[in-house]
């Protein structure tokens, strides 16, 4: 499983640069504004930051809107993606896109079938949004575990990104999912970094470090 960053900090995307562990990123207008700055500004920089796949989002909800935005981003980086919401005007703008060679990113997935669309249209990546799904009930995580059965049945080539990571449970889930991708926010990054036997035991060398050389 790969991971993404989910924000558009690009501090903290800085910070986990240096660890290597940052394969991509993926932000959305809510992500571009908590960072207080705008996306024209933050995504060149992410872009220079992260080589792999660096999502933005289009603010258009008409295909033609969609598609002249998605010029533009990709002009920004090699490694620009287009995020595109799975609305009717999405799906035909990810076509248009796909014909271009423009790399997408199906948004605000919460079905099977708004992914089987998602990747028929030619998406090359689909986020499929667990927490959202469990805020209202449901079982996000199996969304995406059923995806990833379904894609594999069919040998689709449009990578899934579970998105809407919340926790480290989360994580755990999609990972044993076999999900290609996990688009996890900086909060759950430092969660996973940490445990206390980990620090603990560290404590613990070092105390008996010192005493040896006593
Ligand atoms: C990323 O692609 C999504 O936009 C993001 O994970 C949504 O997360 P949220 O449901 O916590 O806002």
């Known amino acids: 499983m790969k991971i993404f960053m989910d924000t558009a900090n690009v501090e903290e995307i ?10 991509g990123v993926t932000t959305n207008p809510s992500l571009i504004a908590k960072s207080g700055r705008t996306q024209a500004e933050v995504i060149p920089e992410i872009c220079a930051l992260i080589p792999g796949p660096v999502s933005a989002e ?3 909800q008409d295909c033609e809107g969609m598609v002249k935005e998605a010029r533009e981003l990709v002009k920004i980086a090699d490694n620009v993606v287009v995020k595109i919401p799975c609305i009717t005007e999405g799906l035909k ?14 948004t605000l997935v919460f079905s099977l079938g708004q992914a089987l669309l998602a990747a028929r249209s030619g ?8 927490g ?11 969304l995406v575990e059923d995806m990833v059965k379904v894609f594999r049945n069919y040998q689709f080539k449009t ?4 998105a809407s990571v919340r926790n480290m449970a989360h994580v755990d889930r999609m990972m044993l999912a076999g999900v290609d991708i996990a688009t996890i926010p900086t909060k759950v990054l ?3 970094i940490k445990h206390e036997l980990t620090d603990k035991g560290l404590a ?5 470090y010192r005493n040896s050389l006593k």
Request: aromatic share 8%; net charge negative; no cysteine.
């Open 93 to 106: 703008a990810v076509k248009i896109l796909a014909a271009e060679g423009i790399k997408t990113n199906v």
């Open 159 to 162: 990578e899934i990104i579970a």
């Open 58 to 60: 289009v603010i258009s």
């Open 14 to 23: 800085r910070e986990f640069a240096d660890m290597g562990i940052v394969y």
């Open 204 to 208: 613990k060398f070092m105390e008996d």
């Open 190 to 192: 430092r969660e996973l």
């Open 123 to 130: 998406a090359s990546y689909v986020s499929p949004f667990i």
């Open 132 to 142: 959202r799904l469990d805020d209202i009930g449901q079982d996000g995580s199996k």
